[in-house]
């Protein structure tokens, strides 16, 4: 099957007992069995299996080209399970450019346990290279949070795969329709399918899937002794977002790329981050690896925090929230929100100044949300 089939198909069968077309929502802790240790089909008990969170899991396994697929109660819940792989001695290479929760987790979680972690600018992969010491897994974020860098991530594989270390991408901004990390060498890919896969702010969840059947049953054995799985309803919710994918990704990238566009013209920004823009230190070889670009932009607006709350305090349809890729516009202010666990430094360091803000466009009519955006800036 093509993706769009498969976006609609893989794993969700039609239900053998009614012909109910749609996977039904299995709102059941246990399964009756026939016998000890003799169950119906293999289900037993809702955290070790859930027919409804099966689907969901098959499907993202069939539209990422993994082995498996697992899901977890959030996206983090989702890289926990991947980062625990990670023996006390192990080292871990991070992209420098990560999610704030990410940065948290690695520092304050993995890090106590042992781990020794080196963060690196992983946008030159020969940053990699001149790495002499050994590694056990390399973390990627790419497009990374919020500032849209981008990895290649067929030349940082071959470079691990040279030196035996695992590669984790997290897709969340990219999603499968955009870019499939394990076609291009790596060997784990996660996702907060809160997210795009979702697509309707109403879940929170993630998932994780390897390419490898070693791999693959590492994550399955954590999600089910961990145990922070999603229930069956989030599940179907989530399976129920993804069938819209294809069609929700193109518009939200159409309403960025106008966004982009008519931000780059203003005066009033000083910079527009975007992968779609050429412009872009990562536009060539997100080209090379995408089939499109990631629906995300950042800007930074000139006056800093105060013109930032000015802009903020005018707009209408944008509406000021910690998440992304939902149907509706969201707007985010990286320095207070998503990246608030790091010092003023490191965020400066980063590129994260008080005049960085992050957009995530929605499916709405893009002239309403340009019209929003001129507005907004007319107000500072």
């Known amino acids: 099957m093509r993706f769009e089939t498969k976006l609609i198909h893989a794993g969700q069968k039609t239900d053998r007992d009614t012909g109910s077309v749609n996977v039904p929502v299995y709102q059941t802790s ?56 990670l023996k006390p001695g192990d080292t871990l290479i991070a992209s420098k450019d990560i999610y704030g929760g990410t940065y948290r987790l690695i520092e304050k979680i993995i890090k106590p346990s042992g781990v020794k972690v080196l963060y690196c600018d992983l946008t030159d992969s020969k940053n990699l290279e001149k790495i002499n010491r050994s590694f056990s897994m390399l973390w990627l974020e790419t497009p990374s949070n919020p500032l849209l860098k981008v990895c290649d991530i067929r030349a940082l594989s071959d470079v691990c795969r040279r030196k035996k270390a695992i590669v984790c991408v997290d897709n969340t901004f990219a999603t499968p329709f955009f870019q499939r990390p394990l076609s291009l060498g790596a060997d784990i890919v ?42 069956p309803w989030d599940a179907w919710l989530t399976l129920r977002g993804i069938k819209t994918l294809a069609v929700r990704m193109r518009k939200h990238e159409e309403n960025a790329l106008a966004a982009a566009n008519f931000l780059k013209s203003r005066k009033e920004v000083e910079k527009v981050y975007f992968t779609g823009l050429k412009e872009h230190p990562g536009h060539e070889t997100a080209l090379k690896q ?15 925090e105060k013109s930032v709350k000015r802009f903020f305090s005018k707009l209408k349809l944008f509406s000021l929230a ?59």
Request: net charge negative.
């Open 30 to 85: 246990t399964f009756k069995q026939d016998a000890p240790g003799k169950s119906r089909n293999g289900w037993t008990y809702s955290r070790s299996g859930n027919p409804t969170r099966k689907a969901l899991e098959d499907c993202v396994a069939s539209l990422e080209q993994a082995w498996g697929a697992y899901a977890f109660a959030s996206g983090m819940a989702a890289e926990t399970a991947v980062l625990s792989m």
């Open 190 to 231: 996660v996702h907060s399918s809160t997210k795009y896969l979702g697509g309707h702010s109403d879940i929170i969840g993630g998932l994780a899937a390897a390419k490898s059947e070693g791999l693959a049953k590492a994550i399955r054995f954590y999600q089910n002794a961990a145990g922070a799985i999603p229930g």
């Open 290 to 304: 995408m089939d499109g670009h990631c629906p995300i932009l950042s800007f930074e607006l000139c006056g800093g």
């Open 322 to 380: 910690d998440s992304l890729g939902g149907v509706e516009s969201l707007i985010n202010y990286p320095r207070i929100q998503t990246h608030a666990f790091l010092t003023e430094e490191q965020r400066l360091k980063l590129g994260i100044t008080p005049g960085l803000i992050r957009l995530s466009c929605g499916i709405e009519d893009k002239d309403d949300l340009i019209a929003d955006l001129e507005s907004a800036l007319k107000g500072i």
